[in-house]
């Protein structure tokens, strides 16, 4: 009842604790995923060689990396390049893709760019814009950080062999995720 003065006899008996609640199901949603592109044909002309051969090694590294990651979301997590003191592909992308939708670029459309659902392969999104492939970079960005915060919150068994429990230092990790 939450009064002060309230007594299990005010409840109408003596209230049981439950010995477990068991596993909790929560909803994650399902990442995104980049598919290979060109970007030599459409951007050749317009770029310098290096950098379309960079652009194409990060998008390819970013395509390898959301493949191992989408099955990982529900085991558990290893350690990222970004936790060994590197960069992520999507770090190292994200500022050359700003580039393409700076103000007046006309590199802003010439690309198309396609991102397949996790859970249903065959739904694909393909959009010409250079503003769709950052913000679903952000997103898959968001997604992963999110996904390896509610790992480091899963329960596990505890030393004393009782209730599982999440340590203080998950939890620290978990919102130094963010």
């Not at 002060?4 to 409840?11: E, G, R």
């Not at 995104?32 to 652009?55: A, C, H, Y």
């Not at 503003?131 to 919150?153: D, G, I, K, R």
């Amino acid at each position: 009842m939450g009064c002060l003065v309230s007594t299990p006899k005010d409840t109408g008996g003596i209230r049981r604790r439950p010995r477990s609640l068991g596993e909790i199901a929560v909803f994650v949603p399902g990442l995104r995923i980049p598919k290979p592109i060109d970007f030599s044909q459409p951007l050749g002309d317009n770029l310098s060689k290096n950098l379309v051969e960079r652009l194409s090694a990060l998008r390819t590294r970013i395509v390898v990396m959301a493949g191992q990651e989408a099955p990982a979301t529900t085991k558990a997590r290893r350690k990222t390049t970004t936790q060994h003191g590197g960069s992520s592909p999507l770090e190292d992308y994200l500022p050359i893709l700003l580039g393409l939708v700076k103000e007046g670029s006309l590199l802003q459309h010439k690309l198309q760019f396609v991102w397949v659902n996790q859970e249903d392969e065959a739904e694909e999104t393909t959009l010409s814009n250079a503003w769709y492939e950052v913000l679903s970079v952000l997103h898959l960005m968001a997604l992963l950080s999110f996904s390896q915060a509610n790992l480091l919150l899963l329960p596990k068994t505890s030393a004393d062999g009782y209730q599982p429990k999440v340590s203080e230092e998950s939890r620290r990790t978990a919102v130094d995720v963010f």
